[in-house]
C-alpha cells in the first residue's frame, strides 16, 4: 500500500513541475518582443502612440488610463495605467509608464516605474519602420531592475539564474500583452 502512495505521490509532484516548466517554456520561449504590420503610414501610427485619446483607443480594455499631459505625449511625460487584480477585487495595481525617448515618427522608448521606489522595472522600445506602403511595428521589451540585481550575484550564480529567469518571464509576459494591444490597435488602423 505504501508503494501506491509513494507512486501517486510521487506522479503527482512530476505532473505539478512538468506543467510549471511547460508554462515557463510556453511563456519565455516568444522572448520580449512582439510585432504587427499594419496597413498605414509611420506618422499616422505614431499618431495613436503619443496622442491620448488615442492611446486609450487601443491600449487594454480593463485598465483605466491617466496621462500627465491632454496634448501630444513628449519625452518626460507620464501614463499613469491602473487594473484590477481580478474582476472582482476592489484592489488596483498601478504602473507608471515614463516616456524616455522619443524619434518622431519612428521610435519610442518607456520606462515603466514602480512608484514607490522610482525603480524601473521593465523597458519598452517601440519601433515603426515603413515597409512598402505599410508599417511594422516592433515592441521590445527587456527587464533592467533584473538584469542589475542578477549582475550583482554574490550567491555563485543560483540567484543569477533565478532572477534571470524571473526577468524572462517578466519580459514574456509584457509581449503577451503587447500582441493583444497591438491587435487591436491594427484593427483601428485598418478598420
Known amino acids: 500500500m505504501l508503494k501506491w502512495i509513494l507512486g501517486i505521490l510521487l506522479f503527482l509532484v512530476l505532473a505539478v513541475v512538468g506543467t510549471c516548466w511547460y508554462g515557463y517554456s510556453k511563456l519565455t520561449s516568444g522572448g520580449g518582443m512582439a510585432a504587427v504590420t499594419v496597413a498605414t503610414t509611420p506618422e499616422r501610427a505614431w ?3 503619443t496622442n ?3 492611446f486609450r483607443v ?7 488610463t491617466r496621462f500627465s499631459t491632454d ?3 513628449a519625452v518626460g511625460d507620464t501614463v499613469w495605467l ?3 487584480e481580478f474582476e472582482t477585487s476592489p484592489q488596483r495595481q ?4 515614463v516616456l524616455e525617448r522619443a524619434e518622431q515618427p519612428h521610435l519610442l522608448v518607456w520606462a515603466a516605474r514602480s512608484d514607490s521606489a522610482n525603480l524601473e522595472i521593465i523597458r519598452r522600445t517601440d519601433s515603426l519602420v515603413a515597409v512598402g506602403d505599410s508599417v511594422r511595428i516592433v515592441s521590445v521589451f527587456a527587464s ?3 538584469d542589475s540585481l542578477r549582475n550583482e550575484d554574490s550567491i555563485g550564480g543560483l540567484s543569477s539564474r533565478l532572477l534571470g529567469g524571473a526577468g524572462k518571464v517578466a519580459a514574456g509576459a509584457m509581449r503577451l500583452i503587447a500582441e493583444r494591444d497591438l491587435a487591436r490597435l491594427k484593427g483601428r488602423l485598418e478598420g
Open 47 to 49: 499618431t495613436f502612440f
Open 52 to 54: 491620448p485619446d488615442s
Open 58 to 64: 487601443w491600449q487594454d480594455t480593463g485598465s483605466t
Open 71 to 73: 496634448s501630444i505625449l
Open 82 to 84: 491602473e487594473t484590477r
Open 94 to 97: 498601478r504602473m507608471l509608464w
Open 144 to 146: 533592467p531592475a533584473m
